[in-house]
């Protein structure tokens, strides 16, 4: 079956260190996201790609950059961590073709910045 | 652009009665609407969808939801509440013909008391 994984899982990392979130898809998508999710404000748009070597900033990229250089894979790097990039991090795709829109989530990335 | 607003950050019901969880949208173009839900520490799962086809649209667990243009609304319903239905609700706008981009809500809280 088709699938969107995650890795890693847990995450802990130190302030100023580099990490990143790996994120891969066999459906074949077109499009990927990555949303952050904190109390209170649901999920909000990290980065966005509508294909290969497509890449968009979404309402909070600051700190966080994303390459695609195949149609499966969507890594979020975090160039210098900070404590306010504590969070749990969904990466998602969906096709993109009219009338769905649908996301297909992953698992989820919890990562914890000391 | 669009915009998901969830009219309640909390919803306490006691098993057994209805449930009503609360979405209005704003959306430039045709837009798809979507409710996801998330059980504490899991991933997020799509419950239903609005695609532009009928507008009442029946879900998984018994739950439905009603596209209302007139009074951009989405409400999410269920007659009967389970104990399995605690968990986090969102409401999610999709423009059809715009950007395609998900925007999600801030999420609603279902609680269920015995």
Known sequence: DAEITQS??????????????????????????????????????????????????????????????????????????????????FCASNSGTLNTGELFFGEGSRLTVL | AQSVTQLDSHVSVSEGTPVLLRCNYSSSYSPSLFWYVQHPNKGLQLLLKYTSAATLVKGINGFEAEFKKSETSFHLTKPSAHMSDAAEYFCVVSDLGGSYIPTFGRGTSLIVHP
């Open chain 1, 8 to 89: 890693p899982r847990h995450k802990i990392t130190e302030t100023g260190r580099q990490v990143t979130l790996a994120c891969h898809q066999t459906w074949n998508h077109n499009n990927m996201f990555w949303y952050r999710q904190d109390l209170g404000h649901g999920l909000r748009l990290i980065h966005y790609s509508y294909g290969v070597h497509d890449t968009n900033k979404g309402e909070v990229s600051d700190g966080y950059s994303v390459s695609r250089s195949n149609t499966e894979d969507l890594p979020l790097t975090l160039e210098s961590a900070a404590s306010s990039q504590t969070s749990v991090y």
